[in-house]
């Protein structure tokens, strides 16, 4: 049989699944366990909390992983460039916010996770949705921040205010892939998607670009 923490992860991947589909409201104990392939008991065992605690464990671990997947893509395409020429920072955030925005097979019950809690906001414990907004969204936002202001600092960008300007990025480069794909339910073609991420992005240098 499978070890203890062998049977929580198995566990919480199937609820990641659970939530992704059915939501919060409407997935039951006895449907997690059985994608889990364990007894509701069992799963009682591990998160004695019940449907709260598993599906606040599942968005904080997901959350996680995929805040430090993006920001691995943040150092990818901006390490460097604090020692590069200012014409070099349109491509450089253009493939930025073209990875950050096509879809990663890895993390698409993530993100049909994070449709299910829009859609399911108001019946989400709200230290749940804080702690989501804690542990991705917001150290992402921070860390742009921190590099927009580097290279602020550098010549490379004018953004007296790094916090607005990461946010107006993320808005201006996703927003309109997030709206038009329903968070990654139906892709954009490849060419569409590099139009609409150009555009946002030149939106972007308009206002912090040097």
């Known amino acids: 049989m499978p070890a203890a923490p062998e049977k929580r992860a198995a566990i919480t991947r199937a609820a990641l699944t659970v939530f992704g589909r059915d939501g919060y409201s409407r997935a039951g104990m ?15 065992n591990h998160f004695p909390g019940g449907k709260e605690q598993l599906f606040a464990t599942v968005i904080h671990d997901s959350a996680d992983a995929v805040r430090a997947a993006t920001f691995d893509l ?5 390490d460097g460039l604090l020692d590069r020429a200012a014409a070099d920072v349109p491509d450089a955030l253009h493939a930025l916010a073209l990875d ?3 879809p990663l097979a890895e993390f698409r019950a993530h993100f049909a996770l994070v449709r299910q809690i829009i859609a399911d906001a108001a019946h989400l414990p709200p230290e749940v949705l804080a702690d989501w907004q804690a ?11 921190r ?7 550098r010549g490379r960008l004018a953004a007296t205010d790094p916090r607005l300007a990461a946010s107006h990025f993320i808005l201006l480069t996703g927003a309109e892939v997030t709206n ?14 590099e139009q609409v991420v150009r555009s946002g992005v030149s939106a972007f240098l308009r206002l912090y670009g040097r």
Do not use: C, I
């Open 180 to 193: 038009r794909t329903l968070y990654g339910v139906f892709p954009l073609p490849q060419q569409e998607l």
């Open 74 to 78: 943040m150092a990818r395409h901006l």
């Open 147 to 153: 590099r927009f202001a580097e290279l602020t600092t």
């Open 135 to 145: 542990t991705g969204p917001a150290p992402v936002r921070a860390e742009l921040a």
């Open 100 to 102: 950050w925005v096509s």
């Open 30 to 44: 006895d449907a997690l366990a059985k994608e889990a392939g364990v007894s509701t008991r069992t799963v009682y």
